[in-house]
């Protein structure tokens, strides 16, 4: 079976200069895109994603997570030290508790939008 090409081409050649000079002004440093796409990366691990969703609804401790998510807290520690490094979460300590949440808007804001995303 022959599968037909879902990108559409050009059937000509031509450059668009002054579309190409907006394009090229706007565009961020290889540096800055570079460590946008880390930051997907980072969206791109099913266990971290649930551990977006768990702080998305409530600041939470490793104890919590743990529980929440049906694993170790070894396993959720490690991918909080990745969430924590990416600047996506932020802890405290309370006691002999160490709590999580969102670092900020922007992380809750990523979420929301992403599920909307791929509810459409």
Do not use: W
Not at 2 to 12: G, L, P
Not at 26 to 34: F, I, K, N, Q, R
Not at 45 to 57: A, G, K, M
Not at 82 to 103: D, M, N, P, Q
Request: hydrophobic share 40%; with cysteine.
């Amino acid at each position: 079976m022959e599968r037909k090409n879902d990108v559409e081409c050009c059937e000509s050649r031509e450059v668009h200069e002054e579309l190409l000079a907006i394009v090229k002004a706007g565009m961020p440093a290889d540096e800055s895109l570079l460590d946008l796409a880390e930051l997907f990366k980072v969206f791109g691990d099913s266990t971290r994603i649930r551990i977006l969703f768990v702080l998305f609804e409530a600041e939470v401790c490793v104890c919590d997570l743990a529980e929440a998510l049906s694993m170790t807290q070894s396993a959720i520690s490690h991918q909080l030290a990745i969430l924590k490094r990416c600047k996506l979460v932020r802890s405290r300590r309370e006691g002999k508790s160490v709590f999580y949440s969102l670092a900020d808007d922007h992380v809750r804001t990523i979420i929301s939008q992403g599920m909307e995303h791929i509810s459409e």
